[in-house]
């Protein structure tokens, strides 16, 4: 694997900001810059050798520091929604900033996505670092983050997080990429293939967080066990759907266990061929169809991003799983780690979809 460090800019409050270039024996190439652990580019063939960067984001950091919706970042360090921004642990209330409505989105006004992360020295990959100190966010614990990315011949980005705190705390972390495998800037995503590994999905109140119930997909614009066009029900007026402006859901994967590695989700492209298999070792994933796109940010390309341009596949464990106790655990307590496994594994179909 091919790692090129170079400096990348400086924040408005005059930290230094690096971008690393992950490359590998199969004509891939991954950008990484240190502001958010942000993947600024994935650069990828199509079933011609064409290569072309399939995930949207800026060419500046200044845009980067301007408000945009999580571009490539790491999100946390709770990724999704905490309701009302609150949670008890341990029988004491925290409170966190609400940066969505009356809820907590990503971590809060500051997440994971705005710090400068430290490069550590490693064999795998590039191992990013952060120590969120007690308290910030509302979050509790010294949390010391660790994001190691790698890339194979196989064309595998694979991301692996760990964490360990001093304090009991709560924690989900993801990748927040949004994907084109048409090319970034080159229109919607809607023709775009989509499988999810899930026979239930989390149905969202008005403000998108869980009601609670595991509804099943079947018979719903939610059913992608086989794949089919992102746009073939985006516009349907079931009721969740009218409430998402899409589709800005959790689906449960269906898993042997809670603990290897599950294919949760295949993507495909059926003009350049490109198809993209999402592997975690998460819970669940959130299918997000850039609805809240809208027009204002101009990215990589020079191109303004529009609704369903790009879209996002995040795995994670359930929203709002502090205030919901029948979700898997998102609590984490000295002495345990966190791990959590996403692999983006990129190829190409020979025949169009
Ligand atoms: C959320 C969306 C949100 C987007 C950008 C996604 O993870 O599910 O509701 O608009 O992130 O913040």
């Known amino acids: ?12 409050d005059g930290v ?7 490359t590998n024996a199969s004509s891939m190439e991954v950008k990484i810059i240190t502001y958010g652990g942000i993947v600024t580019s994935i650069r990828t063939p199509d079933r011609n050798g064409e290569i072309a960067n399939v995930v949207l984001g800026f060419s500046s950091l200044q845009d980067y520091e301007n408000p945009h919706p999580y571009f490539g970042a790491v999100a946390g360090r709770y ?14 209330t925290y409170t966190l900033a609400q940066n969505n409505g009356e809820n907590s989105l990503h971590g809060g006004t500051k997440g994971l996505d705005r710090r400068v992360w430290t490069v550590e020295e490693s064999t795998a990959g590039l191992a990013l670092t952060y120590l969120s100190p007690d308290g910030e966010e509302g979050f509790p614990g010294n949390l010391v983050i660790k994001v190691v990315y790698s890339l194979n011949d196989e064309n595998a980005l694979q991301i692996d997080y760990t964490a360990t705190t001093d304090t009991p705390t709560i924690i989900n972390l993801t990748n927040h990429s949004y994907f084109n495998l048409a090319g ?6 809607e023709n775009h293939h989509l499988m999810l590994n899930a026979d239930t999905y ?10 609670g119930e595991i509804a099943p997909v079947m018979g719903t614009p939610f059913d992608f066990l086989i794949a089919k066009a992102v746009g073939a029900e985006i516009r349907s007026s079931h009721p969740q759907m009218v409430i998402g402006h899409g589709y800005d859901h959790n689906f449960i994967l269906n898993r042997a266990d809670n603990q290897s590695l599950v294919l949760a989700a295949q993507l ?21 169809s ?4 809208t027009g204002e940010l101009i990215g990589s390309s020079r191109n303004i991003y529009r609704q369903s341009d790009g879209l996002c596949l995040e795995t994670q464990h359930f929203p709002d799983s502090p205030n919901q106790p029948h979700f898997p655990s998102t609590e984490l307590r000295p002495g345990n780690i966190y791990q959590s496994t996403t692999i983006f594994k990129f190829s190409v179909s020979q025949t169009e979809a």
Do not use: C, H, W
């Open 268 to 288: 495909s492209e059926p003009k350049s061929g490109r198809v993209l298999d999402v592997l975690t070792t998460e819970p669940g994933i959130q299918f997000y």
């Open 79 to 92: 990724a999704n929604r905490i309701a009302k921004a609150k949670f008890i642990l341990d029988g004491k």
């Open 1 to 12: 694997m091919g790692f090129i460090k170079r400096p990348y800019g400086i924040t408005s």
């Open 184 to 189: 970034e800037g080159s229109g919607s995503i």
């Open 290 to 293: 850039g609805n809240f796109l």
């Open 202 to 211: 989390l149905p969202v109140d008005a403000s998108l967080i869980p009601t």
């Open 16 to 22: 230094q900001v690096d971008e690393v270039t992950l």
